[in-house]
């Protein structure tokens, strides 16, 4: 654990107090009920799934992956021979 100090708006403050008070009983949890509010953030840690789940279907292609390799290695047969055997 790392202590700081930090600045809250009155209103909040009051609102993670009375959080504390109904789920723990106390104030001193005060800082378990930050974190957990920090963890649960949408900027939170993301995992990897998460990520891949987001971003699936944003890059369309316009051809298969032995499409492309198919296309890549003719290109670079058609250099080879140009440059090697011409």
């Known amino acids: ?5 930090i600045n809250l708006d009155t209103e909040v403050y009051r609102e993670l107090v009375n959080e504390a008070v ?9 800082s378990k009920i930050i974190n957990e509010k920090l963890r649960a953030s949408p900027g939170a840690k993301t995992s990897k799934y998460d990520i891949v789940k987001k971003t699936k279907g944003i890059w369309k292609l316009k ?3 032995s499409e492309y390799t198919r296309k890549i290695r003719t290109e670079w047969g058609k250099r080879y021979e140009r440059d090697f055997n011409g």
């Open 1 to 5: 654990m790392v202590k700081t100090t």
């Open 63 to 65: 051809e298969t992956g």
């Open 22 to 30: 109904e789920k723990y009983g106390t104030t001193k949890t005060l």
